[in-house]
């Protein structure tokens, strides 16, 4: 075989146009490839809605990546061992109820769940903006290379519109704070001290639509709720993400 290396490079342009051109429109979008927002990614594609997964880094993974203090291992209790199980990520049990992961096999096993399931991935593409139209509804996301951000240059974005969007950017809470800081009815109350069992308690409560069209997952739910930060356990974002993904496809009539 005689390798052309015009046939790879229109491989890959035409390709990825399509994926773009396809996802201008879609059902769910998910900002943020940390462990909530992967999760979530992949139970919204096993669900068949039309979603994809926007990560402004080079590599998804988030926080997760990195486990503690960057010793790539995670904790997952009790309550989340199902996930482990349901996605296929290898454990060992610690302590009664404390299950200790590789935090590069969870990624890779969350990132390959949500490819399985039809999940788009757009990296190194940042949401820097959302479209909130007269409906009062973030509908749509307005969307860039993130090179172009780090570079500080003056270049126009695109838009991508979405019926739900997922807020998984962590513990900024960037895509809550844009709607705050445009004059949507929300407040970010901002993320309080570290208190594992209390954050991993309730962030449930605190995952759902905080604005119209607009949800939040793992460390963004918190940090809207103004709850506590939690550190390298995981349970909670991985029950978080499973939460926003039942939300949004309740929404979406799935
Ligand atoms: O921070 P991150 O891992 O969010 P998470 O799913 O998980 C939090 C845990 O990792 C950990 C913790 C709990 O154990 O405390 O910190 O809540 O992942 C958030 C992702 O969102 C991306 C960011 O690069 C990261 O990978 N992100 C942030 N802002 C944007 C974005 C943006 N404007 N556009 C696209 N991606």
Same mark, same amino acid.
């Given at each position: 075989?005689?390798?052309?290396?015009?046939?790879?490079?229109?491989?890959?342009?035409?390709?990825?146009?399509?994926?773009?051109?396809?996802?201008?429109?879609?059902?769910?979008?998910?900002?943020?490839?940390?462990?909530?927002?992967?999760?979530?990614?992949?139970?919204?594609?096993?669900?068949?809605?039309?979603?994809a997964?926007?990560e402004?880094?080079?590599?998804?993974?988030?926080?997760? #990546?990195?486990?503690?203090?960057?010793?790539?291992?995670i904790?997952?209790?009790?309550?989340?061992?199902?996930?482990?199980?349901?996605?296929?990520?290898?454990?060992k049990?610690?302590e009664?109820?404390?299950?200790?992961?590789?935090?590069?096999?969870?990624v890779?096993?969350?990132?390959?769940?949500?490819?399985?399931?039809?999940?788009?991935?757009?990296?190194?593409?940042?949401?820097?903006?959302?479209?909130?139209?007269?409906?009062?509804?973030?509908?749509?996301?307005?969307?860039? #290379?993130?090179?172009?951000?780090m570079?500080?240059?003056?270049?126009?974005?695109?838009?991508?519109?979405?019926?739900c969007?997922?807020?998984?950017?962590?513990?900024?809470?960037?895509?809550?704070?844009?709607?705050?800081?445009?004059?949507?009815?929300?407040?970010?109350?901002?993320e309080?001290?570290m #208190?594992?069992?209390?954050?991993?308690?309730?962030?449930?409560?605190?995952?759902?639509?905080?604005?119209?069209?607009?949800?939040?997952?793992?460390?963004?739910?918190?940090?809207?709720?103004?709850?506590?930060?939690?550190?390298?356990?995981?349970g909670?974002?991985?029950?978080?993400?499973?939460?926003?993904?039942e939300?949004?496809?309740?929404?979406?009539?799935?």
């Amino acid at each position: 075989m005689t390798l052309n290396e015009v046939t790879i490079s229109r491989a890959i342009l035409e390709e990825q146009h399509r994926a773009i051109i396809d996802h201008l429109e879609m059902d769910a979008a998910v900002i943020g490839g940390g462990p909530s927002g992967l999760a979530c990614a992949a139970l919204l594609g096993e669900k068949g809605v039309k979603c994809a997964l926007i990560e402004k880094k080079l590599s998804i993974g988030g926080g997760m #990546w990195g486990g503690g203090m960057m010793f790539p291992r995670i904790v997952v209790q009790e309550e989340a061992r199902r996930l482990l199980d349901r996605f296929g990520i290898a454990y060992k049990e610690f302590e009664e109820g404390y299950y200790v992961a590789k935090s590069i096999e969870a990624v890779a096993k969350l990132t390959s769940a949500a490819c399985d399931a039809g999940v788009e991935f757009f990296n190194l593409t940042s949401v820097e903006d959302v479209m909130i139209r007269g409906d009062g509804r973030v509908g749509g996301l307005v969307v860039n #290379w993130t090179p172009v951000d780090m570079a500080g240059l003056h270049v126009d974005p695109l838009t991508m519109a979405c019926t739900c969007t997922v807020d998984a950017t962590g513990h900024d809470a960037m895509i809550a704070r844009m709607v705050e800081r445009k004059g949507g009815n929300l407040r970010v109350k901002g993320e309080s001290f570290m #208190w594992a069992e209390r954050a991993e308690t309730r962030i449930l409560d605190h995952t759902k639509e905080v604005f119209p069209g607009l949800f939040v997952t793992g460390m963004a739910a918190n940090a809207v709720a103004g709850e506590c930060r939690m550190g390298p356990i995981f349970g909670g974002m991985l029950l978080s993400g499973e939460r926003a993904a039942e939300l949004v496809a309740e929404r979406l009539g799935r």
